[in-house]
């Protein structure tokens, strides 16, 4: 039924895309503040001198830039890092005995997007999309220049883990936008790749600056001003009408009507008043879901744990790759920046595919693929021949560019899997479960003696998920489900054939958009709707 409403008012026209520019454009921070470990936590050249070598006079040099740590059981040297490059290794001497300490700190982050993920997914459905959205985004601002100020790397990874569980909450509920949005562009915008283009920039930024705190202040700068979508972006009108908030549903259609110049169909309370009876009905008296409910009978159960799945093994590799390019042969900006540009360029023949063959087939298309690449470099290693180290990284960036791509196609699956009492439920625990991945991803690269290790890894996580990512259910054509079917109305919904109700004559035939109707509710005056992007 709302899929009908919001079509009725225009379901791709002006509104739609202010929206998605205010709020899915933050993933292009999100990016930034992602990866910039990629870059913290590089190695600059280094020196150690022992302090007990008579000939070295350790006065010329730069006292603040010198670290004396423990080389041995029976020697004390001090370290100079050269300062053309400011990162996080060379700021707390993150080398030798404190090796370890770069991807422990790395995956403190992730440890941190997952809480923000599990968090963003319950409180989502509990207390609305955009609170909780410009919450993590004011405070993803903070901690990003209060990290800057870091005194030790303790404080550092403190602050890494509260940014890390602001970006969670913010990836989980930056897809709201897909709410107010037809079948026909649902494809469209969530394939814009605004995440990538933020890292291509970011890849700039690290050029020019080569110094771990401007670029933290430059991140939190960027993050500040998306709060002034607090004043034009409403709440979800999905997520309002299956809370009964039905007055602050109605003044949502009503702004969704005036911008894309529409008149509001004369049933419209009566659409919403009907989807806020259907889910009093079905929740059994306004039930609190949790995330219980994404694994409730044995259908439900399967979905999750393939959508979960590929989460985390998506994430594993897409972030395995990022952390580890340092390790390529090449210059680590110009890699840093073609593994990104590529993936742009990658999101036509996407949205493409998303549309001709559905979203499973996608993703399972590309994870294939970059398993292939992951093969084929191992291969390339065999031969151990060193003029093969520029074949291995473009393999490398391809899987990675392939594993973004299923990662799009992703995203837009898990969105159109769950009905709207639980989606932010279900979308949560999958990026609850890719941060479980992005945890592993950091140390990767560096399991094993043998570069072959990684990409042995990588390639059982993509083959796996491949075919997981087959035993999900396609959800290409289907309307957006609101609420969660019980057995008498799925036995219902085989037995008929339902439409969407004819506004202006536009609307063509499509059995899910009212799914949950015992009987279709029709708009009593005709309306026009535009489709402007």
């Known amino acids: 039924m709302l899929e009908d409403l919001i079509e009725s008012v225009g379901s791709s026209g002006k509104f739609q895309w202010l929206v998605v520019s205010l709020i899915m454009s933050a993933n292009a921070v999100l990016g930034m503040s992602m990866l910039i470990m990629s870059y913290g936590g590089m190695i600059p050249d280094w020196w150690c001198i022992s302090k007990d070598d008579e000939t070295v006079s350790v006065d010329s040099m730069n006292i603040s830039s010198i670290y004396y740590q423990t080389c041995n059981a029976t ?8 300062s053309y490059t400011v990162t996080v290794v060379s700021k707390f001497d993150l080398v030798c005995d404190n090796e370890w300490i770069k991807p422990t700190v ?12 599990f968090i963003g997914g319950q409180f989502g459905d509990m207390f609305g999309r955009k609170n909780i959205f410009y919450a993590s985004i004011l405070l993803h601002s903070i901690f990003n220049i209060i990290a800057a100020f870091s005194v030790n790397w303790q404080m550092f990874a403190a602050f890494r883990f509260l940014i ?59 993050t500040f001003p998306y709060l002034l979508g607090w004043f034009v972006v409403p709440e979800s009108l999905r997520w309002l009408a299956t809370k009964g908030k039905i007055e602050e549903a109605k003044v949502v259609i009503d702004k969704i009507a005036q911008f894309n110049g529409t008149t509001v169909p004369d049933n419209t309370e009566a659409i919403l008043r009907k989807v806020a009876e259907m889910e009093r009905r079905n929740n059994q008296g306004e ?62 023949p996407v949205i493409y595919l998303l549309g001709k063959i559905g979203r499973r087939y996608t993703c399972a298309f590309a994870l294939f693929l970059a398993a292939a690449s ?34 799009t196609a992703l995203v837009l699956l898990t969105n159109e899997t769950y009905p709207t ?30 570069r072959m290790v990684p990409y042995v890894i990588m390639a059982v996580f993509m083959v796996s998920s491949g075919i997981c990512s087959l035993l999900l259910k396609e959800t290409k054509d289907l309307a957006l ?53």
Request: proline content about 2%.
């Open 287 to 348: 039930k609190k879901y949790t995330y219980i409910d994404i694994y409730r009978g044995f259908p439900m159960f399967k979905k999750s744990f393939c959508v979960q799945y590929i989460w985390l093994s998506c994430s594993a590799i897409y972030y395995g790759f990022a952390f580890g390019i340092s390790k390529f042969s090449g210059n680590f900006y110009l890699n840093f920046f073609l593994m990104n540009i590529i993936e742009i360029l990658g999101i036509v």
């Open 374 to 407: 992951c093969i084929a470099a191992l291969v390339a290693q065999e031969v151990n021949d060193e003029s093969k180290s520029p074949f291995i990284t473009g393999l490398s960036l391809f899987a990675r560019v392939l594993t973004g791509s299923a990662w």
């Open 106 to 117: 790395t995956s403190v982050q992730m440890g941190g997007v997952l809480v923000g993920a």
């Open 75 to 82: 020697s004390v040297c001090s370290r100079r890092y050269e």
């Open 421 to 450: 009492v639980i989606r932010y439920l279900g979308y949560g625990a999958g990026n609850t479960m890719a941060r479980i991945g992005g945890i592993v991803a950091p140390f990767i690269f560096s399991l094993g003696s043998h």
């Open 164 to 222: 890390g569980g602001s970006i969670g909450t913010i990836l989980v509920l930056s897809v709201y936008p897909l709410e107010f949005i037809g079948l026909k562009r649902r494809a469209l915008a969530s394939s814009l790749p605004f995440w990538q283009t933020g890292i291509s920039i970011f890849a700039l930024a690290m050029y020019l600056i080569h110094d771990w705190k401007i670029l933290h202040i430059f991140i939190g700068a960027l």
């Open 481 to 533: 489900a609101d609420l969660i079917e019980n057995d008498l109305e799925k036995d219902k919904r085989k037995r008929r054939t339902s439409s969407l109700f004819n506004i202006s004559g536009c609307l063509e035939s499509n059995e899910a958009s009212s799914q949950f109707v015992e009987k279709p509710v029709k708009v009593l005056k005709e309306v026009e709707y535009s489709t402007e992007m």
